[in-house]
């Protein structure tokens, strides 16, 4: 594999530590905001050890909870209504259904011949395997038709190809088995299969060896193209759904953590009067532990936000762009190059 050519999988095409990819995706939303709300917790108490007089002037400790009671209000209700109209797709009238049903029936029905069954499968993560299962036996295929080919590079680089979509293809399909929709295991599998350069290989294959295909390799290389081609629109359409899913988990997860948040800022503000908590522990004003432990309450609405926005921008972001675009920084070499 050449510098300029991206990984099949998505560690090997995202930049940065596997640590960080993990957090980004993998990793847990309520662990992610846990870390979160365990970091600004430890540094409101680091502020307040190190500040002379955190609470001298004035009444900053009402002021503040009085600030966080109205952003938790504005936030969970701006939250909900972004989700209301992401989901709003949903509503229409009966002919609209309809043809949403039509359009989803015929993209399973050319599916089904794709991968030649009777019936696609109706389970997103077995939908997306057969798929993959299909480019697995499209590559035996169409190593078969170049066998005995008389042009040696393009047999060569036929096989090379071919062995790398049937690894690959291999990879992606275990980590779909026992698999389920609504986690996130099904998409990140989806987004491990490196599809869109896998059909800028193809084509270009096509293309430079143009004289050396026979009408065997010829339609070989083509089904090849047509199933990775169909795994498009597949993984945009699952990808989607995952996006709605999330967003009502995200809701629900906010409206959860806000009764208790309003609950505890809002004491702050109306039963908690600063001047008469004094005393210390471990070093550290008791006004300064208890701020930062109702602080920390009221900021766990923001922090799941944070933890399920932070997965969604990068599914989002790493996958703009549908078939054959390369929208990552690649090393322009002649790998990629392609002359008029």
């Known amino acids: 594999m050449s510098e300029s050519t991206p990984?099949?999988?998505?560690?090997?095409?995202?930049?940065?530590?596997?640590?960080?990819?993990?957090?980004?995706?993998?990793?847990?939303?309520?662990?992610?905001?846990?870390?979160?709300?365990?970091?600004?917790?430890?540094?409101?108490?680091?502020?307040?050890?190190?500040?002379?007089?955190?609470?001298?002037?004035?009444?900053?400790?009402?002021?503040?909870?009085?600030?966080?009671?109205?952003a938790i209000v504005t936030g969970v209700t701006l939250v909900v209504s972004i989700n209301q109209?992401?989901?709003?797709?949903?509503?229409?009238?009966?002919?609209?259904?309809?043809?949403?049903?039509?359009?989803?029936?015929?993209?399973?029905?050319?599916?089904?011949?794709?991968?030649?069954?009777?019936?696609?499968?109706?389970?997103?993560?077995?939908?997306?395997?057969?798929?993959?299962?299909?480019?697995?036996?499209?590559?035996?295929?169409?190593?078969?038709?170049?066998?005995?080919?008389?042009?040696?590079?393009?047999?060569?680089?036929?096989?090379?190809?071919?062995?790398?979509?049937?690894?690959?293809?291999?990879?992606?399909?275990?980590?779909?088995?026992?698999?389920q929709f609504g986690t996130f295991d099904v998409i990140f599998a989806a987004l491990d299969f490196n599809y869109s350069w896998k059909v800028y290989e193809a084509r270009r294959l096509r293309e430079e060896h143009a004289d050396a295909l026979d009408d065997g390799a010829e339609s070989a290389l083509n089904a090849a193209i047509e199933t990775l081609e169909t795994f498009g629109p597949a993984r945009e359409h699952f990808k989607t759904l995952y996006f709605q899913w999330a967003l009502i988990d995200l809701s629900r997860a906010m409206l959860y953590a806000a009764a208790p948040a309003l609950v505890?800022?809002?004491?702050?503000?109306?039963?908690?009067?600063?001047?008469?908590?004094?005393g210390t522990a471990f070093g550290v004003a008791h006004l300064a532990w208890l701020v930062a432990a109702a602080a920390t309450v009221s900021v766990v609405p923001f922090a799941v936000l944070f933890a399920y926005v932070l997965r969604i921008a990068t599914v989002a972001k790493r996958t703009l762009a549908i078939g054959p675009f390369v929208l990552r920084e690649t090393e322009r070499t002649d790998d990629i190059a392609w002359d008029d």
């Open 85 to 179: 109209m992401v989901l709003s797709q949903e509503l229409g009238a009966v002919g609209d259904q309809r043809e949403r049903m039509e359009a989803a029936l015929e993209f399973r029905s050319d599916t089904a011949d794709t991968i030649d069954a009777p019936v696609s499968p109706p389970e997103p993560a077995a939908f997306l395997r057969s798929l993959v299962e299909a480019t697995r036996s499209r590559a035996d295929d169409l190593e078969q038709a170049v066998e005995d080919n008389p042009a040696d590079e393009f047999r060569s680089r036929t096989r090379d190809y071919a062995d790398s979509l049937r690894e690959h293809a291999d990879k992606v399909g275990g980590q779909l088995e026992d698999t």
């Open 7 to 70: 990984g099949d999988t998505m560690r090997g095409r995202v930049p940065g530590s596997r640590l960080r990819l993990w957090v980004l995706l993998r990793a847990s939303r309520w662990g992610v905001a846990a870390v979160v709300l365990l970091a600004f917790f430890a540094a409101l108490v680091a502020v307040a050890t190190l500040a002379p007089a955190p609470f001298a002037a004035g009444d900053p400790v009402e002021t503040y909870f009085q600030a966080l009671v109205t």
């Open 264 to 278: 505890v800022a809002g004491s702050m503000v109306l039963f908690v009067n600063a001047g008469e908590i004094t």
